[in-house]
């Protein structure tokens, strides 16, 4: 459904000084990206502030359309970028929608303040930003000293809003900002209620390894727990991870030993092969060939240990881990943080209680962060004085204690305080000019802060890609330079140099930096499944094959026919492990083939699903399966090879000739060249009701 600010279609105008007189107002020649209407427009003195019928100004297309140079003049003759249209929206609301950074710049330089602007809704860009998975432009707000903890009208903070549209990538990017899931909206709601309740198996697992899983039994205002949720959702998935989880958290004090369910099985594979042999088909063959139970025990064993190294390994991390769990801020009850009848107040009483525990100079940046959430309660609280005051029912609710009033007293302070109708609407105005103020000082420390600890990081060329929103060359989730062929894993949550693959049998991603160990991995895993075929081969004929000769064959067959689990029955667990292990053989040995044909030729398993840029200009005919093998010679697959195991990735310039990194997709852009006329942005909602359930 449009916005209240979306315009209806109109035929485009011809260009030209002919058809300039079709505008009256400079904000309709903008919306028809008629460049040479505006400017002549503009000679002639016409209001750079005029609205259209739906309250857009000039501003507003300009942004949207990304026309900077447009936008400059406007802003040169002082057109104002906090005029909202009938939903309030401001145009750097549309610069956000549209990934406008450089429009952002311009607007909000002089007054970082535009930034937190709030729309009908209570949405400023910074939540925009996160319901349209932006999270390159919620990097550059952020340097800029948005809080993370934005709240809406409802409470609602950005990460709530990312887990409830299913947002991986902000979701991501909020977390690795410490992003709170602890925090709950005026329903009582955290994150990991929004994400269960829209059924998002990926974001609650990424909740629950920061600490959600301590809220799985917490209650919102209507008496529902995640859990409860996703029973009621029938995502019977999502309600057996939930409990798996407590039970770890229980019983090893972490949600998960793996991040997937591929590892544990494959676990199980291996424990299961072993009791087999060891239990069956080592004794029935070592009298005779000690050697061949030796052979595998070693293989066997040297599988493992490669499984847990490659666990474990760095596969070439660009930058240390962003994500922690949030110990911190969870305390030891979580439901001692939250009450029912004063959400906003309990809550700042909470952040206060958290700042009283902030001490030294490493935590400063930290604690001016909680001191901007408070100023976003604080804000909450002046929010709804104003509307019980408009109501006639006083600052203060009647049947609740005063702890609005005492929130608040610092801000409004004075005599008279709460002396007559208007003096208290006075005194909330002055308030709010107060808690603006307080929040653009402390804005201006908080990005002086960000600035400062990126610089001491070595990252200074990231600053400067991401302030020109240059996002294309920069990760923002790891606050990583993309190097070439390097990518951002999903599953991990971290960027990987060269990344292969994410494994999910190692419950790890393959990289440059654990390429030669995970291949060692399963070529001997390989070979050790093999053996075990030779075992099996060796027990057949020293062992089942005599009994059978002996007539055993016929109490086989009756202890099949009985029921009876007697040592006859063995050769058919044999029988059903070889068979079963015959899957394993067959994905392995083509997992060891396809590596083998992609070190030749240089290239990864993300390359050649994916395809980027550089992967097209380098091999421009994809037909046939074997694509990737053109161009393939003897002297390049040695020399290849010789690269792969020593890791030297100074021959890639060479292969990827010409070529430029992977994008890293800001948002959608938009087409400046269609001569349609294009409507405003789309807002984003929750369902019309209050509470979605």
């Known amino acids: 459904m449009a916005s209240y600010g979306s315009p209806t279609p109109q035929p485009a105008p011809c260009n030209g000084a002919t058809q300039n007189n079709r505008f009256s107002t400079v904000a309709e020649a903008v919306q028809h990206q008629n460049i040479d209407a505006v400017m002549e427009m503009l000679s002639q003195g016409h209001r750079v502030d005029s609205q259209g019928p739906d309250g857009n100004t000039a501003l507003h297309w300009a942004a949207l359309f990304r026309l900077d140079s447009v936008l400059n003049t406007l802003l040169e003759r002082r057109a104002r970028p906090d005029i909202g249209n009938l939903s309030t929206e401001c145009a750097v609301h549309w610069a956000t929608k549209s990934s406008n950074v450089t429009a952002l710049e311009a607007m909000t330089r002089g007054n970082r303040g535009l930034l937190s602007a709030r729309d009908c809704d209570g949405f400023t860009p910074f939540i925009i930003a996160a319901q349209t998975d932006n999270a390159p432009v919620m990097e550059w707000m952020y340097l800029k000293g948005i809080s993370v903890e934005e709240q809406d009208d409802y409470g609602r903070t950005p990460l709530q809003w990312a887990c409830y549209k299913g947002n991986r990538r902000a979701v991501q990017f909020l977390l690795s900002r410490s992003a709170s899931i602890v925090h709950r909206d005026h329903e009582g709601m955290t994150a990991i209620h929004w994400a269960s309740m829209k059924g998002e198996d990926q974001i609650c697992e990424m909740l629950l390894d920061v600490g959600a899983v301590e809220l799985l039994d917490v209650p919102d205002a209507a008496g529902d727990t995640p859990i409860a949720l996703a029973v009621r959702k029938k995502n019977r998935q999502l309600v057996i991870t939930f409990h798996k989880c407590q039970l770890f958290q229980f019983l090893f004090g972490r949600p998960n030993l793996f991040h997937n369910h591929f590892a544990n099985l494959f676990l199980s594979f291996i424990i299961f092969n072993i009791i087999i042999f060891a239990v069956i088909i080592a004794p029935g063959i070592a009298a005779a060939h000690p050697e061949a139970v030796l052979n595998w025990s070693l293989l066997m064993s040297v599988s493992l240990l490669l499984w847990v190294q490659n666990c474990y390994s760095d596969p070439g991390w660009l930058q240390p881990r962003s994500i922690f769990p949030q110990t911190f801020l969870m305390g030891k009850d979580p439901t001692k943080c939250f009450d029912m009848e004063q959400p906003v107040e309990s809550q700042m009483v909470h952040c206060d209680n958290l700042i009283q525990d902030l001490s030294g100079e490493p935590r400063e940046l930290m604690k001016l962060e909680m001191e901007q959430n408070k100023y976003n309660y604080q804000r909450q609280l002046i929010r709804a004085a104003k509307h019980r005051l408009d109501e006639g029912c006083g600052l203060v609710a009647p049947q609740s204690p005063a702890l609005s009033g005492a929130e608040l007293q610092p801000l409004i302070g004075g005599p008279g305080y709460g002396d007559s ?56 989730v790891c606050r990583a330079r993309r190097k070439m062929r ?110 083998t044909a992609y070190m030749v030729v240089n290239v990864t398993t993300y390359e050649v699903l994916v395809r980027p840029s550089h992967m097209q200009r380098r091999f421009p005919k994809n037909r046939g399966r074997f694509w990737f093998l053109q161009g393939f010679t003897l002297s390049s697959a040695m020399n290849n090879c010789w690269n792969y ?4 990735t100074d021959g890639d310039a060479a292969d990827f000739v010409s070529t430029t990194q992977d994008s890293f997709v800001a948002g959608q852009a938009y087409d400046q060249s269609s001569s349609k006329k294009v409507e405003g942005p789309a807002r984003s909602r929750l369902p019309e009701t209050t509470s979605p359930r």
């Open 486 to 595: 390097s990518h951002h894993c999903k599953e991990c949550g971290r960027c990987v140099d060269r990344l292969d693959h994410h494994c999910p049998w190692i419950d790890n991603c393959v990289g440059l930096g654990n390429q030669r160990a995970f291949y060692f991995f399963i070529v001997v895993l390989f070979v050790t499944i093999a053996d075990f075929y030779w075992g099996v081969f060796l027990y057949a004929f020293d062992t089942v094959f005599p009994e059978i000769s002996q007539g055993s064959f016929s109490e086989l067959f009756r202890a099949l026919t009985s029921g009876s689990l007697g040592p006859e029955i063995q050769p058919i667990f044999v029988i059903a492990t070889a068979a079963f292990d015959l899957i394993w053989l067959a994905f392995v040995g083509a997992l060891v083939a396809r590596h």
């Open 421 to 476: 109708s208007t003096s208290r609407k006075a005194q909330l105005e002055r308030a709010a000019i107060t808690l603006y103020e307080r929040e653009r000082s402390t804005c201006e420390q908080i990005s002086r802060a960000h600035i400062e600890k990126l610089l001491m990081q070595g990252c200074g060329e990231y600053l400067t890609l991401v302030e020109k929103g240059d996002f294309k060359q920069v990760c923002v």
């Open 645 to 648: 195991w020593t890791l030297n």
